[in-house]
């Protein structure tokens, strides 16, 4: 591997352990709860132990003066759910952007089973190409989306995680199956890091155990958004997290360290 990608993966990981947190959601949400006070946010969560955090480009300059020396991704693609189709993702910026940035790496979300999917394809090829020339790691949000896509079907998954591999990515996010045996045959599909998205935020232990089973199940880590930038206490939910991917914790060890109560 080239020099440049291993050395800026070292620094949005650990041991080879992720824990990215993706606040790009402002672009598909809006300012939703955690991201209206971002720097409050990204203080929080690099604080709590963070590998690296993420958005689009425009609010680099609010992230780097909080993020406590942490990684910083830069996303480059996007869409609203108040738009015409929220899978049709669209280029937002470019690997030179992220670069001006400041970013660490860049991230491109593809939704495999769309109709957008051959689009997002040359895409996404077109950006590892390019990332590459610069020495920068790509990660690829690859999701099985679109009409009729089951998105936690372990078979789409797999497919949608070789694909990022195919396509010259360095890590890839997917979402997770439901359990530790069907995602260790969407890992199995490559070679790659596999992350897991968290979705729409459940309860502490809802979320810890998913991480838990997402580890068991081979996977390097979380690229979690919501589950921790919604969070009231974003800081403790993301020691826990930290527990899990970076010291290997139990669910119930993770969530008592990280002063959250067992049953919430
Ligand atoms: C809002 C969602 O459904 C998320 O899964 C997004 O698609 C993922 C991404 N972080 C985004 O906001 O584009
Ligand atoms: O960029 C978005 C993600 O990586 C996942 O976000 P979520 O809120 O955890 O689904």
Excluded: W
């Excluded at 993706?22 to 809006?30: A, F, K, N, V």
């Excluded at 790509?138 to 998954?157: C, K, Q, S, T």
């Amino acid at each position: 591997m080239d020099v440049g990608i291993s050395a800026r993966l070292e620094r949005i990981s650990t041991g080879g352990r992720y824990l990215v947190v993706p606040m790009d959601h402002g672009i598909t949400l809006g300012p939703v709860k955690g991201l209206v006070d971002l720097e409050t946010t990204v203080d929080a969560i690099t604080r709590g132990g963070a590998d690296a955090v993420l958005t689009q480009k425009g609010v680099a300059r609010r992230v780097h003066p909080k993020k406590n020396g942490k990684g910083y991704i830069v996303h480059l693609n996007g869409s609203t759910v108040i738009g015409p189709d929220s899978n049709d993702k669209r280029l937002t910026g470019s690997v030179e952007e992220a670069l001006r940035a400041g970013a660490d790496a860049v991230s491109f979300h593809m939704n495999v089973g769309s109709e957008h999917e051959p689009e997002q394809m040359t895409q996404l090829g077109e950006l590892t190409e390019k990332a590459h020339r610069y020495g920068v790691p790509v990660l690829a949000m690859n999701y099985a989306r679109g009409d009729d896509i089951d998105p936690h079907d372990p078979e789409n998954l797999a497919h949608a995680v070789r694909l990022a591999e195919e396509l010259g990515a360095d890590v890839v996010k997917t979402a997770y199956s439901g359990d530790p045996d069907s995602f260790e045959r969407v890992c199995e599909a490559t070679r790659l890091p596999v992350v897991i998205a968290g979705g729409s935020r459940g309860t502490d232990r809802q979320t810890i155990e998913m991480v838990r089973g997402a580890m068991d199940g081979g996977a390097a880590g979380v690229s979690m958004g919501r589950s921790i930038f919604q969070h009231d206490d974003p800081e403790s939910i993301t020691r826990a997290v930290s527990a899990v991917i970076h010291d290997d914790a139990d669910a119930e060890t993770a969530l008592r360290e990280a002063g959250l109560g067992i049953e919430a």
